[in-house]
């Protein structure tokens, strides 16, 4: 036999789950809320919308984590480098992200990282 105290301090006692967890996401729904509505897309933002927008921003990142795994494993390499992460973007056969331009750092470039002290400078 409860009192209607004890119900209400059991409600007050309950665990408090974000919303990542309860979508099953790793990355966080609260931040994707807050940067949507901050970022002045439109007026209002749904409850929705930041759940899924994490949904799709976690699946792209481990396809590109994937891709840039094989690529560090074709070259015999242990870590991941921002290299690698380049050859998963140009070489995806999948085309998660079509007409996407990776920007071609000279430390990106194999051929052009050992001639860095020749370089004119502006």
Do not use: C
């Not at 007409?99 to 050992?114: F, I, Q, Y």
């Amino acid at each position: 036999w409860r009192s209607a105290g004890h119900i209400k301090a059991a409600r007050r006692m309950r665990r408090f789950f974000s919303r990542s967890s309860r979508a099953g996401l790793q990355f966080p729904v609260g931040r994707v809320h807050r940067l949507l509505r901050r970022g002045h897309y439109a007026e209002r933002v749904g409850a929705g919308a930041p759940v899924y927008l994490a949904a799709v921003l976690e699946y792209l990142t481990a396809e590109i984590l994937e891709l840039a795994g094989n690529a560090a494993r074709d070259n015999r390499k242990t870590r991941i480098v921002p290299r690698h992460v380049q050859l998963a973007v140009r070489n995806d056969e999948d085309s998660l992200l079509p007409g996407s331009a990776v920007a071609g750092h000279p430390w990106l470039l194999p051929s052009l990282a050992g001639g860095m002290d020749n370089w004119p400078v502006s």
